[in-house]
T-cell receptor, first 112, second 117 residues
Framework: GAVVSQHPSRVICKSGTSVKIECRSL??????MFWYRQFPKKSLMLMAT?????????EQGVEKDKFLINHASLTLSTLTVTSAHPEDSSFYIC????????FGPGTRLTVL | AQSVTQPDIHITVSEGASLELRCNYS??????LFWYVQSPGQGLQLLLK??????LVQGIKGFEAEFKRSQSSFNLRKPSVHWSDAAEYFC???????????????FGQGTILTVHP
């Protein structure tokens, strides 16, 4: 149990376009989901906390207008990277909270 | 603010040897502590967690960790390493936000484990 999926697993886009990443809890409901960013050979950095039915809470230094988070249901949260630029290229990982945090497999974003 | 330090960036061991990965944390209250493992290009898999009670915690894949409050440590151990254990390991500390076990997690820098045959 406690499976979290992410889609897509890998995406390449042109600079200036927007990209949406989905995070789903497959076998449990999660009122809280988290979005992390991981740079190469670096640790995970929490970007925001996503709560179902309310606005996301962003960590200091994370642009809320650039990284749009929507938690439309108890099993789905989406992260949209708007007007993506090469510096947004990274590995994005979500987690869904149940008895603990369960992590998705990650999405590799490459912005050309 | 909570923080986690993993002093060893890279550790190499021979298959069958014992393993200890170090983790030190800073947290104002009783911490929730976790060890996760990440294979290249993959998400994180929970190995074990400590919330309260017995300070020696057993996890999956033969791993265990011991919480030592006096040393602010939560080191991960395995008596005999297998080649499939090669991966990156992250220690994390979490807050018990609202009494839940899934408050914000702060991760250490990670330790890359290489296993020689």
């Amino acid at each position: 149990g406690a499976v979290v999926s992410q889609h897509p697993s890998r995406v390449i886009c042109k600079s200036g376009t927007s990209v949406k990443i989905e995070c789903r809890s497959l076998d449990f409901q999660a009122t809280t989901m988290f979005w992390y960013r991981q740079f190469p050979k670096k640790s995970l950095m929490l970007m925001a906390t996503s709560n179902e039915g309310s606005k996301a809470t962003y960590e200091q230094g994370v642009e809320k207008d650039k990284f749009l988070i929507n938690h439309a249901s108890l099993t789905l949260s989406t992260l949209t990277v708007t007007s993506a630029h090469p510096e947004d290229s990274s590995f994005y990982i979500c987690s869904a909270a149940s008895d603990t945090q369960y992590f998705g497999p990650g999405t590799r974003l490459t912005v050309l | 603010a909570q923080s986690v330090t993993q002093p060893d960036i890279h550790i190499t061991v021979s298959e069958g040897a014992s393993l200890e990965l170090r983790c030190n944390y800073s947290y104002g209250a009783t911490p929730y502590l976790f060890w996760y493992v990440q294979s290249p290009g993959q998400g994180l898999q929970l190995l074990l967690k400590y919330f309260s009670g017995d300070t020696l915690v057993q996890g999956i894949k033969g791993f265990e960790a011991e919480f030592k409050r006096s040393q602010s440590s939560f080191n991960l151990r395995k008596p005999s390493v297998h080649w499939s254990d090669a991966a990156e390991y992250f220690c994390a500390v979490g807050s018990n936000a609202g009494g839940t076990s899934y408050g914000k997690l702060t991760f250490g820098q990670g330790t890359i484990l290489t296993v020689h045959p």
